[in-house]
């Protein structure tokens, strides 16, 4: 098999085709156990055992730090292949691939020396809401709080948890600019309480509980400026921030839902028993089917454009400019809107039998959640489009705020 012509920037030790090969071959595995998933309310070990080889904290690291160092979208199209079969597998892998690439790219080099050790094999799971509060000590803080939506955290190793740091009066510290410092904190699962509270409508295996922590020791290198955080190695990838890294896992979630829904009803339709019988003669769902294949590739195409771009620049050696971090979101936001879409279609199509426990109803659920994640929210499309119409041509992205240049 031919290898593909890597450039500089990516990594050379590992051929994302053989991961999107593995992923096929452990496909059947994720699938058979996407019910027991939900039912236990994370991923069950069967699960998790098939999809450790893969190592997805570790395909944007540097190859330097043991990481794959993959471009973006490979990275997409990794996360899509698992979603395509289990939906919580997907919304795990994403979550620690993305959290582990932040903290590949921000923290210190001490920290990333420890954390991505020869032989170590690291998962981040954790929330980057500050709902927390670092108190500082000798050789680093006190961590203190309690977070929600920790996806995968009983699968991770270590945390990643925003927190706001204290003055020393119990109130938020700010910079020489007013503005409150916000840092994301990590330290090892085992020192936080696990406090559970999973009990929703859909991607119920992914284990996304509430957890505290309690007077936990951050050493000074396990924290990073979660708003303000310069990349410290491939700086022109990681230029894309938090933010930025966040949007390729959720949007590969989508890509790998939208498309199993697809594929699902249509499978139905040709099953020719019953309603799919009805279905399958019906001018009007092939109709219907075409318009929603057409809308789901022209997102999923304007995706791939939008993170090709994304790549050209990081080869071309130049950092991330507003207009692509809006055009990620964009991308982000629409392949979301049009699995929605894509599932209210295919639910309503397949009549009393998407009632029923099976992909159709899981995946129906799945997206619902997925579309209510803040990362999806509306507030951050109309700031994408007023900078894309020129109307805020002079702010730029911090977090998920698109404010004036300072």
Known sequence: MNKPIKHGSWGTTVDHRDLLKKIAEIGPILEANAAADEESGELTQATFEALKPLRMSHIFAAESLGGAQLPPTQGLELIEAIT?????????????????????????????????????????????????MLKKVDGGYRLNGKWSYGSGFSHATYSHSAAFVDDGTGKPAKDESGNVIVMCAHAPISEHKQLGNWDV??????????????????????????????????????????????????????????????????KFARSKSGRAGLIGESEKFWHDYGRAEARYRAARAFVFETWRDVEATVEAGNRMSTRQIS???????????????????????????????GVIQRTFREMMVAANHFTIAPSIVTSAGRDIGGMWSDRVWQFYDLIEKK
Request: glycine share 14%; aromatic share 8%; charged share 15%.
């Open 327 to 357: 055009l990620v979101h964009l991308a982000k936001s629409e392949i979301h809107e049009v699995g929605v879409d894509i599932c209210n279609f295919a639910y309503r199509a397949g009549g009393g039998a998407s009632l029923r426990a």
């Open 201 to 266: 409508l859909g991607l119920g295996g992914t284990g996304s509980i509430d957890y505290a922590a309690e007077d936990v020791f951050i050493a000074d290198d396990l924290v990073f400026p979660i708003l303000t955080a310069p990349p410290l190695r491939q700086k022109e990838f990681f230029s894309l921030g938090v933010v930025g890294l966040a949007a390729i896992g959720h949007t590969g979630w989508a890509l790998g839902a939208g498309r199993r829904m697809l594929d699902e009803i249509a």
């Open 84 to 132: 395509w079969h289990s939906g919580s597998a997907g919304w795990v892998s994403m979550v620690h691939c993305c959290i582990g690439a932040m903290s590949a790219a921000f923290l210190p080099d001490s920290a990333v020396a420890r954390l991505f050790a020869p032989g170590t094999d690291n998962r981040f799971s954790g929330q980057g809401a500050p709902l927390g």
